[in-house]
């Protein structure tokens, strides 16, 4: 990707941009998930406070704001908090034991999950939680489902995202997308640059998808699908 003025030369992938609240909505994971993720979390145990380490690392120095590449880290751990309880700890150590097994930085990133660096994250992650071959399957099965909504670059980095129209969809079209480069990397439909949340900003407003449907030039379905995304973020 070009690195854009508008930008100051950086790369829209790369800069804070969404609050843990913006992030909980598009990817629908709960704030406090998305905090110990990237934050990490303390816990009450016998004798004192254990605490956890973060998982992931946001963009924004200054406070908890992350960028459009940990958005898409994001949706892809969500895939395995979707079918199993994660175990934060496991996780780390089965990303840092195949990121270093095969050369590469921040795994969740990379469309390799999709091969073997996601059968061999998966096979450790599963040893050290116990996890039976049917269910490093099924957890196999649905990281694929979440990676294909992901477009990388001809670099083999995420480029764009198309979130799911709800918490508990798991399939899909991909009506809605989320670009680093267009409306500031707010959800807009696929197609249009059309911001999601003007479209329901009108409806709330008392017009009709039908005059929005005419407005845009966008049909019904892609109009009611941004309504459906709002509604359930």
């Given amino acids: 990707m070009r690195r854009n003025a508008l930008y100051g030369g950086e790369d829209p992938r790369e800069l804070p941009a969404y609050t843990i609240a913006d992030a909980s909505r598009y990817i629908h994971v709960p704030p406090a998930t998305l905090r110990a993720w990237f934050l990490g979390r303390t816990y009450p145990k016998r004798g004192g406070v254990g605490e956890f380490g973060r998982v992931l ?20 751990l969500r895939a395995l908090r979707t079918q199993h309880d994660v175990k934060i700890s496991a996780v780390r150590e089965a990303l840092e034991t195949a990121e270093k097994r095969l050369g590469l930085e921040r795994l969740l990133l990379s469309d390799q999950l999709l091969t073997s660096a996601g059968e061999l994250f998966i096979e450790h992650y599963g040893e050290l939680v116990s996890l039976s071959r049917s269910g490093q399957f099924a957890m196999k099965m649905m990281l694929q489902a979440y990676l294909r909504r992901v477009a990388w670059d001809d670099q083999h980095i995420p480029l764009r995202l198309f979130p799911f129209l709800g918490a508990a969809e798991t399939a899909g079209g991909s009506l809605i997308v ?14 249009s640059g059309v911001s999601t949340r003007v479209l329901t900003d009108r409806i709330d407003a008392g017009e009709t998808v039908e005059e929005l449907a005419r407005d845009y030039d966008i049909s019904p ?13």
Avoid at 59 to 70: D, I, M, T, V
Avoid at 178 to 191: A, E, M, Q, Y
Wanted: aromatic share 6%; hydrophobic share 45%.
């Fill in 57 to 76: 690392s946001p963009a924004g120095r200054a406070g908890p704001q992350l960028s459009f590449l940990n958005l898409v880290e994001a949706h892809v």
């Fill in 178 to 191: 989320i670009d680093p480069r267009k409306s500031f990397g707010r959800p807009t439909i696929h197609g």
């Fill in 221 to 233: 379905e892609k109009i009611e699908a941004a309504i459906l995304f709002e509604k359930a973020a």
